[in-house]
């Protein structure tokens, strides 16, 4: 696991969706949008919507099953994007590049974007908002809830 989080607020990642959907729209038309779920999900609902794209495909990657020793496994494919010509692949990121590898074997010539991208993943994007350090874990809007914090004074309290 990652030393440092970098925590995303759904406002943040409406933001950087908004942004990648301006970068990509002078990239296309696409016929449709492959998902990579379930990360991708939300990322490519925005975008989808901005891009006023109406086809939207999935793809479900597991890389991290012990019962398949860790390689990775392609649970649900997309089928209606062929071999991804005029399809646009999301994700809400690269870490590894493992899962990115595995979606590109099976829609090559489909562009890959996402929104945050670590050094190791990166190579693997067409397109990507934020670049990430390697060491560090994102946590996405839907990992994540609010949490009290006792008052800065209450705390001192306690301590002495
Ligand atoms: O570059 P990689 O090392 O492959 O990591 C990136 C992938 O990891 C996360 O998905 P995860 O497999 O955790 O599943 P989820 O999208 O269902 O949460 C993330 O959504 C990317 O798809
Ligand atoms: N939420 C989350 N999932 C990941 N999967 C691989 N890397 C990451 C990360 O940094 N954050
Ligand atoms: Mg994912």
Redesign the pocket.
């Known amino acids: 696991m990652a030393t440092t989080y970098a925590t995303v607020t759904w406002d943040q990642l409406h933001r950087d969706a908004r942004l990648l959907a301006e970068t990509l729209i002078p990239r296309g038309p696409f016929k449709g949008i492959v998902a990579?779920?379930?990360?991708?999900l939300i990322p490519a609902a925005i975008i989808a919507r901005e891009m006023d794209c109406r086809l939207i495909e999935t793809i479900s990657?597991?890389?991290?099953d012990e019962e398949h020793q860790g390689k990775p496994q392609v649970v649900k494919a997309p089928a209606a994007a062929g071999d991804g010509e005029g399809f646009l692949i999301i994700?809400?990121?690269?870490?590894?590049?493992?899962?990115?590898q595995v979606v590109r074997q099976l829609l090559p010539k489909a562009l890959f974007a996402c929104l945050y991208a670590k050094p190791s993943?990166k190579p693997l994007t067409d397109l990507f908002v934020v670049e990430v350090p390697q060491a560090t874990w994102v946590l996405f809007p839907w990992d994540t809830a609010p949490l009290f914090i006792p008052p800065l004074a209450r705390k001192s309290e306690t301590a002495g």
């Open positions: 990579v779920t379930r990360g991708g990657v597991v890389t991290y994700d809400d990121l690269v870490d590894s590049g493992v899962t990115a993943g």
